[in-house]
Structure formats: C-alpha cells, structure tokens
C-alpha cells in the first residue's frame, strides 16, 4: 500500500471569534451596574423577608432562568441558615404544557404566578427583545398580585420595560450579546446573594 503524501494547511486565525469577543466585552463594559446592584438589593431584601423569587423566559432565556435558580436554589446555601426560596417556572415541563395547550402559550408563566405568588414575592423576568407575550403577561399577573417586577433585556426595552419596578437593559441590538450579558449578570447577583448569606452565616 503506497504511503499517500498529505500537506498541513495552517489554521487561519478566527477573526471572527476575535470580532464577537471584543464586541461582548465592549458591551459588558457599558452595562449599567447600578441596576444589578439594585436588582442584588431587591432580591437580598426578599430573602429577608422571606419572600419567593420567580423566574423565568422563553428559548436562552428559559435556559437561564433554570440556571440562575439552580444557582440561587443549591450555590448560596450557607450551613443552617434559611434559604433563599427560588422557583424557575419554565421546569415544570407537564404543567406548562398543559397551560399551552388548555389556555395558551402566552399564560404559561402568567397561570403560574397565579397559583404560586403571594404579595411581595419578586418576578425576575428574562428576555432579549422585552416583547415576548407570555413575559408580557407574567409581568402583568405579577404587578397585579402585588409582586416585585425584575426584567433583563436589550434593544429598546420592549414592552417589559414599562412593566418593570427595576430593568437591566443591555446596550446592544445583538441577541447573542444580550443573552451573554445576562448570563454574566447573573452570576455577578448570585455571587453576591452568596457572599452575604456567608457574611450573615458568620456572624
């Protein structure tokens, strides 16, 4: 069998990589951190008042939402103190379906808010463009049942924006950069929730 002669074609740099990365650093240099503070606040104050925290949002953003209260849920457990109580209402897979299907798609999170929240619990809802109806309609049946509207988004704001008591908007026009920037706001809140229930743990 004749040895078949190959020739090694270097790898171009990924300029396009480069591009996006600089790009989303650019972006998460113009977040407003004032904002994730006061979302770090609101949420700390209803953990102390032991208050429920909701989540939730369509595609990526439904994704987070099952991360963040997985992180909130399990990361900022400190020994024997309380916990903070954390619901994502885009995991209960039968329910949801079952609202989509009986009702519709838009009140999918709107139904369960119904069921589920009492006065002073907070919503944190998640969504790039701000206009999704069935965050739309959360927002509404949270405002209506006396809850604490959160909202991450971009663009503009969207709808949700007027719909929000405090409202992280990412400046950028770019849904791949909104939702990386949520992650990363994400985690700067649930690592700041943790380090005070550690700080309050010790004392």
């Keep these: 069998m004749k040895n078949v002669k190959t020739t090694a074609i270097a790898a171009a740099p990924s300029l396009a990589a480069k591009d996006y990365l600089l790009a989303v650093q650019d972006v998460l240099a113009h977040l407003d951190h004032q904002v994730v503070d006061g979302v770090i606040d609101v949420i700390w104050r209803g953990y102390e008042e032991g208050r429920t925290l909701f989540v939730f949002g369509n595609g990526g953003s439904a994704a987070l939402a099952s991360h963040f209260a997985c992180d909130i849920g399990k990361g900022t457990v400190a020994g024997r103190a309380k916990r903070l109580k954390t619901i994502a209402l885009t995991d209960n897979v039968a329910l ?3 609202w989509a299907n009986d009702k519709a ?3 999918i999170f709107s139904e369960q808010l119904e ?3 009492e006065k002073g619990d ?3 809802a998640i969504s790039g463009s701000g206009n999704s ?6 927002l509404e049946a949270g405002r209506r049942l006396g809850v ?3 909202v991450l988004t971009g663009f503009a704001g969207g709808r949700a924006k007027t719909l929000a008591d405090l409202c992280l908007i990412v400046p950028s026009d770019s849904m791949q950069h909104i939702e990386d920037a949520h992650l990363c706001a994400t985690h700067a809140i ?3 929730i943790r380090q005070r229930m550690m700080l309050n743990n010790a004392e």
């Design 133 to 138: 109806p069935n965050v739309i309609r959360g």
């Design 122 to 124: 907070i919503a944190l």
């Design 148 to 150: 604490q509207t959160l």
């Design 96 to 98: 949801i379906t079952a």
């Design 190 to 192: 649930f690592l700041a």
């Design 105 to 107: 798609y838009e009140e």
């Design 115 to 117: 069921s589920l929240a």
